[in-house]
């Protein structure tokens, strides 16, 4: 149990450093834009930013400021910019920017692995449904779809299917899904490639299916198939769009990170606690064995041997030297001692105990 928690604790700390993180909000870089949302909150520009994948893409920062939010990059924008460094970022001021009244910046400073390729949104990362969605980069419509999703997302991914797939999803889940993968509200300029009925054209004729974000009526200049919560079905030919792929539970190619963190993270982490505790086993092991017997035979330690001597005092006036029993041990017993003590007389002397000592 205690290995479970560590590990996810683990895998938690690792994978909550790959999140997004923005700068504050400073003055805007005038120009550099690629394109222009209409959202509702500051949060769902930089979201929508973080998730782009469009023409011009990747997003660097954004201008957010009375209602407007306008995704920016300094190196890639027709328009050019006032105010970017060499990498098409906004060069960060120390001035504060209000954005209820200014125009103001900030610039994305992390994206997770996934949002690192360009001109390829992310996966969905919420555990539901729409989870297994994902777009390609931009294709035309010829291109084979299905083997471009599998290209890029594995083995498992296939092209989306209005009926089966889109229908099915409720209109909150529509929004959440448009919302993380960048699919904002456009007309006749963005196309989202899916099939209907398993069907890749309109009739069996040139007519390719997709879908708009219009979050209304479509153009008047559609043949409109169907709608969905915002979506508009359509059919074209000589266009270009991104594939939407399903992943049929599994992550395919393209998206490694939930593999990574579900299966990577926890084994690695598991294998290495493992390894620690073996070690610390196999050291108390050792000690253990090691206290138990010590083989003196080789031992440059020698045994103290117990030596019995007798003492003797032979007359009243003087304590003679006299020699101790000879030992048995290894180190040399004293030859002579000398006692300092009051005279004692002969019946005194007869009656002093023998003692046993033992040499050190």
């Known amino acids: 149990m205690l290995i479970i928690q560590i590990t996810t604790t683990f895998a938690f700390l690792v994978t909550s450093t790959i999140a997004n993180s923005w700068t504050p909000m400073f003055p805007e ?10 959202v509702s909150t500051q949060e769902e520009c930089k979201s ?5 994948a469009g023409e011009r893409g990747p997003c660097l920062f954004v201008t957010w400021g009375n209602g407007r939010c306008i995704y920016k990059n300094g190196e890639t924008s027709v328009y050019g910019c006032r105010g970017c460094d060499s990498n098409g970022y906004c060069a960060q001021k120390s001035s504060s920017c209000n954005p209820a009244s200014q ?9 997770s692995n996934r949002q690192l390729r360009s001109n390829r949104p992310p996966t969905t990362t919420e555990p539901d449904a729409i989870a297994s969605f994902s ?10 779809h299905g083997a471009l999703c599998t290209r890029e997302f594995g ?42 009925g398993a069907e ?62 579900t299966f990577i993270l926890p084994t690695a982490a598991t294998g290495i606690i493992l390894a620690v505790c073996v070690c610390f086993w196999a050291r108390k092991c050792r000690r253990s064995t090691g ?28 304590i003679a ?17 000398q006692m300092s003590m009051p005279p004692v007389s002969t019946t005194e002397m007869q009656s002093l105990p023998v003692a046993a000592v033992q040499v050190v």
């Not at 125009?103 to 994206?111: K, V």
């Not at 498992?156 to 409720?170: C, E, H, P, R, T």
């Not at 030297?321 to 001692?337: D, F, L, M, Q, Y």
């Open 29 to 38: 870089c005038y120009g550099a834009d690629i394109r222009e949302v209409y």
């Open 48 to 52: 929508g930013c973080a998730n782009y």
């Open 103 to 111: 125009y103001c910046s900030t610039n994305l400073l992390m994206r």
């Open 135 to 144: 777009l390609t980069s931009y294709t035309s419509e010829t291109t084979d």
């Open 155 to 196: 083995s498992d991914a296939v092209v989306a299917d209005w009926d089966k797939d889109l229908k099915q999803l409720s209109v909150t889940e529509i929004q959440r899904l448009v919302h993380s993968l960048g699919i904002t509200p456009t007309f006749n300029e963005k196309y989202y490639f899916v099939t209907k």
């Open 200 to 261: 890749k054209v309109y009739r069996s004729g040139r007519r390719v299916y997709f879908f708009e974000r219009h979050d209304g009526p479509a153009p008047s200049n559609w043949l409109v198939h169907d709608q969905h919560a915002g979506l508009s079905l359509g059919s074209w030919y000589d266009v270009r769009g991104q594939v939407v792929c399903k992943l049929n539970g599994a992550i395919g190619n393209g998206d490694a990170t939930p593999y990574f963190t």
């Open 291 to 318: 206290s138990k017997s010590i083989n003196t035979s080789n031992s440059i330690h020698r045994t103290l041997t117990p030596v019995a001597a007798t003492i003797v005092v032979p007359t009243e006036n003087s």
């Open 321 to 337: 030297k006299v020699p101790i029993a000879t030992e048995t041990g290894t180190r040399p017993a004293p030859v002579s001692a």
